[in-house]
């Protein structure tokens, strides 16, 4: 393990099996922070997160896989500029798509959860039964906040207008939004139920909950992990931490029951906001992608 000022890639893997021709997996910095309306900072997870993958070990007992050996590549961070959040957030959707195009399995690392919306429209004009998997505090479901329809928290409405969605960890909303829940709740979408929730009062610390999530998605998901899904005893370093989360176990039930039920497509992980001397978050967010890339080795 190499020092954490000299990380270059994920996991820090070497040739042959850290290069893009070989990658079964590309994982993608999206640093991208425009939104935040608390703690801000989250532009900096995707290199804090690279950075502990280092201290990671590569094999996973749980399953007893390996998984760079699969091949795991660390895109170009993307680069952002003052072009119009609808134009910077398209960028993201146009990076990704040649290695979806490639049957990679691509991993967006954010920066701020709006990265969600425009790989989901990448995703959702490929797959046509595509159901959404939101773990997240928070639903996102306002049509609009501080004036803008692109703002981190309005990430599960814009997803809701192009597939159906699964929210699970939820624990704080307003009351606008609770009245979208309940209209969204008997819609359809693609032939899907539009809406399923899943508050976090109502699993957290309880049995074969996982399956009844799963039941909730089609055949092909997309996974959008809001870091503050978890309880921040699990990861505290996110832009809003709320507590009453999800457990580390009951997470990773969770994501290896839909591996092993579903096909995940692809995914995104956000709002890693890095605290200056405590490195919990980033291995934490470090480690839970790493058993994501070992349940797809194993199961996919």
């Not at 959702?124 to 505090?137: E, H, M, P, T």
Request: glycine share 8%; net charge positive.
């Amino acid at each position: 393990m190499k020092k954490r000022d000299e990380v270059s890639s994920f996991f820090d893997i070497d040739p042959p099996f850290n290069k893009r021709e070989n990658a079964g997996f590309v994982i993608i910095p999206v640093p991208y922070e425009r939104t935040t309306s608390y703690l801000k900072g989250c532009v900096k997870g995707p290199e804090a997160i690279k950075k502990a993958s280092a201290q990671v070990e590569l094999y996973e007992p749980e399953v007893d896989v390996e998984p760079y050996r699969e091949g795991i590549y660390t895109a170009p961070a993307i680069r952002f500029g003052k072009e119009s959040e609808s134009s910077e957030l398209d960028r993201i959707r146009k990076v990704a798509e040649p290695y979806v195009a490639e049957g990679k399995f691509v991993v967006a690392l954010g920066g701020e959860h709006t990265i969600a919306v425009p790989l989901v429209k990448l995703f959702a004009g490929k797959y046509r039964n595509l159901s959404v998997l939101q773990i997240d505090a928070h639903p996102d479901l306002r049509d609009s906040y501080e004036g803008n329809h692109l703002n981190h928290a309005c990430v599960g409405r814009r997803i809701i207008e192009q597939a159906p969605l699964v929210l699970v960890g939820i624990r704080s909303w307003c009351a606008e939004q609770q009245e979208f829940i309940k209209k969204a709740k008997k819609r359809k979408i693609r032939g899907r139920k539009m809406l399923s929730v899943f508050p976090a009062r109502n699993i957290v610390g309880k049995r074969n909950w996982q399956r009844k999530v799963v039941e909730c998605l089609g055949d092909n998901v997309y996974l959008t992990l809001d870091l503050d899904g978890l309880d921040p005893s699990v990861i505290p370093a996110v832009g809003t931490p709320e507590p009453g989360g999800l457990g580390w176990y009951e997470t990773l039930d969770l994501l290896k029951e839909v591996i092993r039920r579903r096909r995940l497509v692809g995914m995104d992980m956000a709002e890693l906001k890095p605290v200056k001397g405590d490195v919990r978050g980033e291995m934490a967010a470090a480690r839970l992608l790493h058993r994501i890339l070992a349940y797809l080795t194993k199961y996919q």
